[in-house]
C-alpha cells in the first residue's frame, strides 16, 4: 500500500452546486461531557435497524440473554444482526412502535433488564488488525452488527467490500455533521478521536485505499484540533484532517467527495465507481471496538436538544433504549415543547410517540418549541421562480420534479433523476410557496419502487407461464411423432401382409425356432447333451434325481389312474 504524506500546503476545496447557510445551533448541546445513559428496565430491540432485510429471531419469551449475545441473525448479504445491548429475560417477541416516518409498528424483541449488565463471551481481540486478511475483518465487522452510523445504516461489511475490479484510492472520514442542532459526532470526535482514527486505519486496512481524508466542518474547531494531534501521535501520514466550510449538506457523501477533490460522482453512481468509499466517524470507532475488543454494535452516541428539552446534552445510549427515559434523564420536557423530530430539523421526521426505541441510525432527539418548528402555512401555488433549483446541490430540476410527482408521472420523474435526490430539504425549506416538496419526492419514490416490484413479479409470472406452455407444446409434440411413428410402422406391416409376405418380426422368431431345432437335432445325433447338464455337482446332481424320481412317481401314479379308468369302461360302469 503506497504512503501519503501529509500535504504543507492547505488542500484545495471546491464548491458543489446550491446548498444553504443554517443557524447551526450546536452551542445547546455540547456544554457537557458525553456520559453514559441510565440502564433502562425495559429495552425495545427492533429487527429491521439497516438497510435490506430484518434480522431472524434467534431467542423465544423466557430466553435469558447476556449483553453482546446475537439475538437477531442476518438475512442475506445486505443484512446485520442485532445483540442485546444488556443482559436480561426477553419477555416479549412482538410488533411494536418503532422509529419511522411511516409510523407503523414492526417486529421487535423486549428484554427486561436484569441490572447485571453482564456480558457474554466475546470474540477473541484483533491486536494486529494489519496482519489479518480483509475477508476476515469484514466477517468481524459483519458479526458485531456495524451500520452506517451517519443516518443511512447501510452495512458497512458490504461497504468495505467494493470489489476486487474497483480499486479504492481513498477513504473518507465523515465528520462534516452538517445538520442544525446535531452534535453526538463532534462530541465523540473530541472525546475519541484514537478510537476514531483507528477504525479508520482499519478500514484504509481492508478496503486498500492509499490516503484518507478525515472531514470536519469548520464551526467544531474542538474536533478538528483533537482529531489533528491524534493524527500526529498516531504518526499516520496517510491521514489528513480537512477543515470544511460549514454549508448544509456538506455532509452528504456526493457533495463531500466534490469539496475535498473536485470529482463528481456519475448520476445514479457510487463513490467506488471512482475510487472513493465514505465513513461516518461513528462507523470507524465501532469498527475499532469490534475489531480491538470484539464488542459487537450495542450503543451509540445520541444528541437530546431543542428548546422543547430542559437540559440538552449528548448521552451514551443503549440501542433499544425508550426516548422518553433518555428525555426525563435530560430533565424532562419544558413547557414550551411542541414537536419531537428524530434527526434534525432539516431530514429528520415528527414522532408520534416517545415510547420509540432508540435505533442505530438514530442521532438526535430534537424538541422543538413554535419557534424552532413553526408552522409552514398552507402550501400555495408554484410561482416557478427557480429558487429550489438554485438550492439543490444535486443539480436538479426540483419544480419539474415536483409537477411529475403530482401528476403521479412516475416515469417523467425518473427522467429528472428523482433518485438522484438526497432529501436534504433545501428545496422546500427556500420555497416561498411552501410547497412540500421533499414530501412530493418521497412518495414518488415510494411509488417508483412499487411499482417496479410489480413489474418484476408480473415479468416473472409470465415467464413462468411462458415456461409451462413451452413445456405443455414440447410434450404434445413428442407424443404425436410417436403416434405417428407407430401409424407408419402399422401400415408397413400390413402392406407387408397384403402384398404376401410375412411378418419381418415373426418371420424371425420362426428362423431361430428353426435354429435351434436344428442344433438340438444335430447333437442328439452326435451323442451330446445339452450344454446346462454338464459337469454338475453332486448336490446339483442329487437334486435332479430327486426330481426324476418325483417324476416317475407321478408318472406311475397316473398310468395306473388311466388303467382304472380304462378297465372300469371295459365293464361298463
Not at 62 to 67: E, Y
Not at 228 to 237: E, N, P, S
Not at 356 to 377: F, Q, Y
Request: proline share 6%; glycine share 8%.
Amino acid at each position: 500500500m503506497q504512503q501519503v504524506k501529509n500535504s504543507t500546503q492547505p488542500r484545495k476545496l471546491y464548491r458543489f452546486h446550491g446548498g444553504i447557510h443554517l443557524p447551526d445551533n450546536k452551542k445547546q448541546s455540547i456544554g457537557l461531557a458525553v456520559e453514559k445513559a441510565r440502564l433502562p428496565q425495559q429495552l425495545i430491540i427492533p429487527l429491521s435497524q439497516h438497510m435490506g432485510e430484518p434480522a431472524e429471531v434467534l431467542v423465544k419469551v423466557g430466553d435469558h440473554v447476556l449483553k453482546g449475545e446475537i439475538i437477531g441473525k442476518p438475512q442475506g448479504y445486505i443484512s446485520a444482526p442485532v445483540h442485546a445491548p444488556t443482559s436480561g429475560v426477553v419477555t416479549a417477541v412482538e410488533a411494536r412502535p418503532v422509529p419511522h416516518p411511516s409510523g407503523l409498528p414492526a417486529q421487535c424483541i423486549i428484554i427486561d433488564s436484569d441490572g447485571e449488565d453482564r456480558w457474554c463471551e466475546l470474540p477473541e481481540k484483533i491486536s494486529d488488525y494489519s496482519a489479518q486478511e480483509p475477508a476476515l475483518l469484514r466477517e468481524r465487522i459483519r458479526n458485531a452488527g456495524i451500520v452506517g452510523l451517519g443516518g443511512a445504516a447501510f452495512p458497512t461489511s458490504v461497504k468495505t467490500n467494493p470489489g476486487p475490479d474497483t480499486p479504492i484510492h481513498t477513504l473518507v472520514i465523515n465528520g462534516a455533521e452538517c445538520e442544525p442542532y446535531i452534535t453526538c459526532d463532534d462530541m465523540l470526535m473530541r472525546q475519541q478521536a484514537e478510537q476514531v482514527l483507528t477504525g479508520a486505519a482499519i478500514l484504509r486496512h481492508i478496503i486498500g485505499a492509499d490516503s484518507c481524508l478525515i472531514a470536519i466542518e469548520d464551526n467544531k474547531p474542538e474536533a478538528i484540533a483533537a482529531m489533528g494531534a491524534a493524527v500526529t501521535a498516531a504518526g499516520m501520514v496517510w491521514a489528513e484532517v480537512v477543515s470544511i466550510p460549514t454549508r448544509y449538506p456538506s455532509g452528504g457523501e456526493k457533495q463531500l467527495i466534490k469539496i475535498l477533490t473536485g470529482e463528481e460522482i456519475p448520476s445514479g453512481g457510487i463513490p467506488s465507481q471512482i475510487g472513493f468509499v465514505c465513513h461516518n466517524v461513528g462507523t470507524a470507532a465501532a469498527v475499532a471496538d469490534a475489531v480491538l475488543e470484539g464488542k459487537p454494535l450495542i450503543s451509540r452516541y445520541v444528541t437530546l436538544t431543542g428548546s422543547g428539552i430542559s437540559n440538552p446534552c449528548n448521552l451514551e445510549v443503549l440501542i433499544g433504549t425508550p426516548a422518553n427515559e433518555l428525555i426525563e434523564q435530560a430533565g424532562g420536557y419544558t413547557a414550551t415543547v411542541e414537536k419531537l423530530i428524530l434527526g434534525g430539523p432539516m431530514m429528520g421526521f415528527t414522532l408520534e410517540s416517545d415510547a420509540v426505541p432508540i435505533t442505530k441510525a438514530a442521532n438526535c432527539l430534537l424538541a422543538t418549541d413554535s419557534t424552532e418548528s413553526p408552522s409552514s402555512g398552507v402550501a400555495l401555488a408554484c410561482i416557478r421562480c427557480g429558487r429550489c433549483a438554485e438550492a439543490c446541490p444535486v443539480s436538479l430540476l426540483p419544480q419539474q420534479m415536483y409537477w411529475y410527482s403530482r401528476a403521479k408521472d412516475l416515469e417523467k420523474t425518473q427522467q429528472y433523476n428523482l433518485f438522484d435526490c438526497i432529501e436534504c430539504g433545501c428545496c422546500s425549506h427556500v420555497c416561498p410557496s411552501h410547497i412540500p416538496l421533499v414530501q412530493y419526492f418521497r412518495f414518488a419514490k415510494t411509488e417508483s419502487w412499487a411499482k417496479e416490484r410489480e413489474t418484476k413479479a408480473s415479468d416473472r409470472a409470465r415467464a413462468r407461464s411462458e415456461a409451462r406452455t413451452a413445456r405443455q407444446e414440447r410434450i404434445k409434440a413428442e407424443r404425436k411423432a410417436l403416434q405417428a411413428k407407430k401409424k407408419a410402422a402399422l401400415a408397413k406391416k400390413k402392406a407387408a401382409e397384403k402384398e404376401g409376405g410375412s411378418d419381418p418380426k415373426k418371420a424371425a422368431i420362426e428362423a431361430a425356432k428353426a435354429r435351434a431345432a436344428k442344433k438340438k437335432t444335430q447333437m442328439a445325433q452326435e451323442g451330446v447333451e445339452p450344454g446346462n447338464t454338464e459337469n454338475l455337482t453332486d448336490t446339483q446332481q442329487k437334486a435332479i434325481d430327486e426330481v426324476d424320481s418325483r417324476r416317475g412317481e407321478v408318472a406311475a401314479e397316473m398310468r395306473k389312474d388311466e388303467e382304472a379308468t380304462d378297465s372300469s369302461e371295459q365293464k361298463g360302469l
